[in-house]
């Protein structure tokens, strides 16, 4: 316990150090079995063999995931504490590493790797009545994982992990004199269940759904002719008033249906002359020179995942634009960088690359005025051109 006391701030710490945009995500914890593989060589004289029993070690682990390192939200830096016990046996090894998460609608998957340096007490003696074998050992230490996680509130989750080791413990047995063997804990594996809180916002938000409104025909009413007055001498004559029908826009795209070629174009997106081609300002704005997307962006990109989702006719060819600071062969390149992060990011939340392209428009069709700072930040957007 007292050196868990200590690991901890150690580990917050030297996460803060990483880079001034790396924060703490989440804290986690696991508690299982573990096994050190034992070999042993270099025999001398008559010795039992080392390779301890087949009871297994607990295992304990404490790690932090980190957020904010890279630009995929999905990949995160790990750092890591684990320990290893039992009667004879005492390990403990620090390590840093990189989880990549794949979510999906009722779980997560994850997968990484991790180096380290490890720290080993091994106190065994195989044979009675002969003296104790204490040794210490260190050693680097690798390690891939796997993981799966169920969430059991919108922050916390539950956690199945594995884990295999590669390491390389050297120690000696010596039970009596003119006895002695090499011994070599050269890999290990561990299997835990474990506990992880995240402290910012989680990775999954909750489903929205979009639905269009229902387009509202309006009713004319039926006009009566005016009761006509009976003369006495002519006959009356009837007077017919035609049911007066207004021409009809039934997705609300601008476009009359009677020179609508493509009906039912979803509200809140522009179109031609025919009603065809669709396009969506996607109101991601940019800071000047930059071609990350600010965490405000994200419910915004949700929300246009969820109507593809919806939708699945239609392919969309993501366009960024940028303003007119900078030269064109610059402007040109940023754009390019800005529309392959929003594509990368609607990829990431489940839209298939067959329906994805992207294009930088450089500085290009600016819709306000580039003297103007506001003008600029205008100019600095995204736009999702859908065909079908």
């Known amino acids: ?171 000696r047995l010596e039970p009596s004199s003119g006895v002695k063997a090499d011994i070599n804990h050269p890999s290990s594996y561990s299997l835990a269940i474990g506990l992880r809180y995240a402290f910012g916002s989680v990775e999954k938000k909750e489903v929205l759904v979009l639905q269009e409104e229902p387009v509202k025909e309006e009713i004319v009413p039926e006009q009566r002719p005016e009761p006509v007055v009976k003369k006495p001498v002519a006959k009356p004559v009837p007077v017919i008033v035609p049911v007066v029908v207004l021409p009809k826009d039934s997705d609300g795209d601008g476009i009359l249906d009677k020179d609508d070629i493509c009906h039912n174009t979803p509200k809140g997106f522009s179109v031609d002359e025919n009603g065809c081609e669709v396009a969506y300002n996607l109101e991601i704005k940019f800071k000047s020179s930059s071609s990350k997307i600010e965490q405000e962006y994200t419910q915004t990109i949700e929300k246009f995942v969820l109507f593809l989702k919806n939708f699945p006719k239609y392919k969309v060819n993501i366009e960024a634009y940028t303003d007119s600071l900078g030269t064109k062969s610059s402007n040109q390149k940023l754009s390019e960088k800005r529309a392959k992060s929003v594509y990368k990011r609607i990829i990431e939340l489940g839209i298939s690359k067959e329906r994805m392209s992207y294009k930088g428009m450089g500085d290009t069709n600016p819709i306000a005025s580039n003297t103007s700072s506001e003008g600029r930040e205008k100019n600095r957007r995204v736009v999702a051109v859908l065909e079908k």
């Open 1 to 171: 316990m007292k050196k868990i006391k200590y690991i901890i701030p150690s580990l917050v710490v030297l996460s803060s150090l990483v880079s001034a945009d790396v924060s703490v995500d989440s804290l986690g914890a696991h508690l299982g079995y573990s096994n050190f593989k034992t070999t042993q060589t270099n025999m001398q004289g008559s010795i039992t063999l080392a390779k301890q029993p087949d009871e297994g070690y607990l295992y304990g682990e404490l790690y932090i995931l980190l957020n904010g390192a890279f630009e995929d939200k999905s990949i995160k830096p790990t750092l890591n504490y684990m320990i290893s016990k039992n009667s004879d046996f005492l390990n403990n090894t620090l390590m840093a590493g990189v989880n990549k998460y794949h979510y999906f609608e009722s779980f997560d998957v994850y997968y990484g790797a991790l180096l380290g340096y490890g720290f080993q007490n091994w106190d065994y003696n195989p044979i009675n009545n002969t003296k104790d074998n204490k040794n210490k050992a260190t050693s680097f230490v690798g390690a891939v994982q796997l993981g799966v996680e169920y969430p059991v509130t919108k922050k916390l989750f539950l956690d199945f992990n594995a884990k295999l080791y590669k390491h390389n413990y050297e120690t």
